[in-house]
């Protein structure tokens, strides 16, 4: 039984390394792969841009900055 779930395991993982590489060739052929930086620093750009997330984010600054002045405070340590 355990040489037989050692044997599958291999043989998926075999399977999943050559899916990978047929991938990884296709896309270098067809050119999708150079295209993929640019689009992933796009999406990123985008999403940084997004009014929303931009209001989120100054909302976790603001709880992050509250809380590590209270944090000094209770510490015994003064801000100035």
Do not use: C, E, W
Request: proline content about 2%; aromatic content about 2%; glycine content about 8%.
């Amino acid at each position: 039984m355990n040489n037989n779930r050692s044997m599958m395991t291999s043989l998926l993982t075999i399977g999943a390394a050559g899916a990978a590489i047929y991938g990884i060739s296709k896309g270098m052929q067809n050119g999708t792969l150079q295209k993929l930086p640019q689009q992933v620093s796009n999406m990123v750009q985008n999403t940084l841009n997004n009014p929303n997330v931009q209001q989120v984010t100054d909302q976790v600054q603001s709880m992050v900055g509250s809380q590590s002045n209270n944090q000094s405070n209770t510490d015994g340590n003064t801000t100035s």
